[in-house]
């Protein structure tokens, strides 16, 4: 008797060698690049040591452009060829610029469909090629770092961007990353890979504290302020409100502290020379004040003038009191955006140098009415959580560990015999992901197969929403259970699922897009949700009953085709008479409800049948196997096997 050939579940299509994928902030004035290297994730150093790098390029007239810490320090000899905060012009146009006023010490000439280039001695470059320097000095690092002598090359990279970036914005980012020749696996927000640096993500996963989690983001870098609002659903971070200052952030700190030199070394600064020693002997009493209460400062002001006196952490505090007070009505603008009281925020996550301000902690704490969480490297947090994105978007994370982050709201399942909902891929699984199962046909010489993709929870097909239906043609004919049909379904991390099916020994294909959540309402796949849970008893026994029936008609199937070829061969009157009266007392049971009744007569007719089946395959094995039966089905039943 033909058994249906029944496979394992199929794991996922990628290969099991861990992948090497990276986390990159790339910032309006430091970028850095982490990855999770033995189950931690940490910023990944230069050659030198340094783990940030300055996001300035320098195009000399010879030579090829300069990145980092080198560039940065000769922006004062030569700042017309030397790029700073290329971020703020990412695909923006040359009028949206200008309507800022931002201050840009290098010319801007308005290039095609208004897209500004930059005049350098290297020639004009885009803001594109800027930020692909970037990028490109930090794939290398990574390369240097992570795949050694060896000749692997990075699996991808988790690029993270503000939240308000537009689509423009986010695009031009990935532009980037294609020139530098870094596949991107997700942009994600900057706030959100913060939250998930601290593990907010996973604190409130499997509880009814799972929704209405609301966690706010402050982060002050060197030109810009950034207060972000998100709230955690189900895994999946939504951003209720962005607010901030473009103008805002240390450089303003800094120029507080250098105006109080000059005011207290009377007679100012002599040229601009002079000027940016000022700055950087400020930036530097400023961050010292960090660690320390007071602070020696000496600057050399020009025309043979040197100033040289003490800033403690009280004078400094007040200094920057007004920028600070600057930063919280941006706070108070995106709470009431989101709709979100002040108390209901359960987490601050703090991020960008400046907040290792002691007083900007303090201030903000007050502000919430909590302590924030400061135990990440503030310069780096961006970067791990990008990293710890990037390792699981890599499919280097158990099933059991993984981020909730963009996941499949619903289960999505294939339609087996008995109007069964076999799920490939469980709701809540991470995107993108790859899944494959294989299933077999029903029938001897059956050719052809119905795929009916399904969504929910439900265990049977009419209880779940239906998707896409497709067929696999072509398929040689084979006794049932033998064709080998190897069924994927791919998730992209756009949403799209893809399903194809190959009969493996032939290779025959057969393929689908479908939108999986397309026209689903939060609200719908909540109902969904709830459903399978209400029916989760009778779903089990629905299930049961159906697979015995379903068994059921496949013994009886391949009984009656091989009495009909040769009983007169094998069998007497007497065996023939019991196996007749088994086989109707299955049938009788196959159409009760007793799911239990139908696999005992399955039992039985079996064991009535069995000297006669032995007989017979010792007799003609072969013949057996070659399949004698190729009828041909006008509608293809669906898939026939299922994983056990
Ligand atoms: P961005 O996100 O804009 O690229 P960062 O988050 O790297 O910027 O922040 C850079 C700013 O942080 C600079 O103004 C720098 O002076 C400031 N900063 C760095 N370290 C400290 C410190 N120890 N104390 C105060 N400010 C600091
Ligand atoms: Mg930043």
Same mark, same amino acid.
């Given at each position: 008797m033909a058994l249906l050939q029944i496979s394992e579940p199929g794991q996922s299509a990628a290969p099991h060698q861990r992948r090497i994928a990276v986390g990159i902030d790339? +910032? *309006? *004035?430091n970028s850095l690049v982490a990855s999770v290297r033995s189950g931690v994730a940490e910023a990944l150093p230069d050659a030198d040591g340094e783990v940030i790098l300055p996001s300035v390029v320098r195009y000399p007239g010879d030579g090829d452009p300069v990145v980092g810490r080198a560039a940065r320090d000769a922006a004062a000899l030569d700042p017309g060829n030397t790029i700073s905060s290329a971020k703020r012009l990412l695909g923006r146009s040359a009028a949206a610029i200008r309507a800022d006023r931002a201050q840009l010490q290098y010319a801007l000439v308005e290039g095609q469909s208004s897209v500004p280039r930059i005049v350098t001695a290297a020639g004009e470059v885009s803001p594109v090629e800027v930020s692909a320097e970037i990028l490109r000095s930090l794939r290398e690092r990574a390369e240097q770092t992570l795949c050694g002598g060896s000749n692997e090359s990075l699996a991808g990279a988790v690029i993270t961007v503000p939240a308000y970036f537009d689509d423009a914005q986010r695009q031009a980012t990935k532009d980037a990353a294609r020139l530098a020749g870094l596949p991107v696996l997700r942009l994600i927000n900057e706030p959100t890979a913060a939250a998930i640096a601290y593990g907010l993500d996973r604190a409130?996963? +499997? +509880?009814?504290?799972?929704? @209405?989690g609301v966690i706010a983001v402050y982060d002050l870098g060197g030109g810009t302020f950034d207060i972000s609002i998100l709230r955690l659903t189900r895994g999946v971070f939504e951003v209720l409100a962005t607010a901030g200052d473009t103008a805002l952030g240390g450089d303003d700190i800094d120029r507080a502290v250098a105006d109080w030199i000059a005011a207290q070394a009377a007679g100012g600064h002599a040229d601009a020379h002079a000027e940016r020693r000022l700055l950087d002997a400020a930036r530097a009493a400023k961050e010292a004040l960090s660690t320390t209460a007071a602070t020696a400062i000496e600057v050399d002001? +020009?025309?043979g003038r040197h100033w040289s006196g003490e800033l403690d952490r009280a004078s400094f505090d007040e200094l920057i009191e007004p920028l600070i007070r600057r930063s919280l009505a941006p706070c108070r603008r995106a709470l009431r955006d989101a709709g979100v009281a002040r108390d209901e925020v359960r987490a601050v996550v703090m991020v960008g @140098?400046? *907040?290792?301000?002691p007083r900007v902690r303090e201030r903000v704490g007050e502000f919430f009415q909590q302590p924030v969480l400061t135990d990440i490297d503030p310069d780096r947090v961006v970067a791990i959580g990008a990293a710890l994105q990037a390792d699981v978007l890599a499919g280097n994370k158990p099933d059991s560990d993984?981020?909730?982050?963009?996941?499949?709201p619903l289960s999505l399942g294939l339609e087996t015999m008995g109007g069964l909902a076999e799920k490939l891929i469980p709701r809540n699984t991470t995107i993108p992901v790859a899944r494959a199962q294989e299933f077999t046909t029903y029938k001897d010489g059956q050719t052809a197969m119905a795929l009916h993709v399904v969504q929910g929870e439900r265990e049977l097909v009419e209880d779940c929403r239906s998707l896409a239906r497709f067929e696999l043609r072509g398929i040689p004919p084979m006794v049932a259970g033998q064709a080998r049909i190897r069924v994927t379904f791919q998730v992209d991390a756009d949403g799209l699922l893809g399903v194809s099916a190959e009969e493996t020994t032939s290779g025959v294909r057969a393929s689908i897009d479908v939108l999986p959540s397309y026209g689903l309402s939060d609200g719908e796949i909540e109902q969904m949700l709830s459903a399978s849970i209400d029916h989760a008893r009778e779903d089990v026994d629905a299930r049961r009953l159906r697979e015995q029936q379903v068994e059921a008609g496949r013994v009886i199937e391949a009984l009656d085709a091989a009495l009909a070829e040769d009983a007169g061969d094998y069998l007497d009157a007497a065996e023939r008479a019991a196996i007749e009266a088994r086989r109707s007392e299955l049938l009788a049971a196959r159409e009760g409800d007793d799911h239990a009744a139908i696999k005992a007569a399955i039992g039985a007719l079996e064991r009535a049948s069995d000297a006669y089946v032995a007989r017979r395959m010792n007799a003609s094995v072969a013949r057996a196997l070659a399949g004698h039966h190729l009828d041909e089905y006008a509608a293809p039943p669906p898939a026939g096997g299922k994983s056990e």
């Open positions: 790339l +910032g *309006t *004035t409130a996963q +499997g +509880g009814e504290a799972d929704d @209405g002001l +020009g025309d @140098g400046s *907040t290792r301000v993984v981020l909730l982050l963009d996941v499949i």
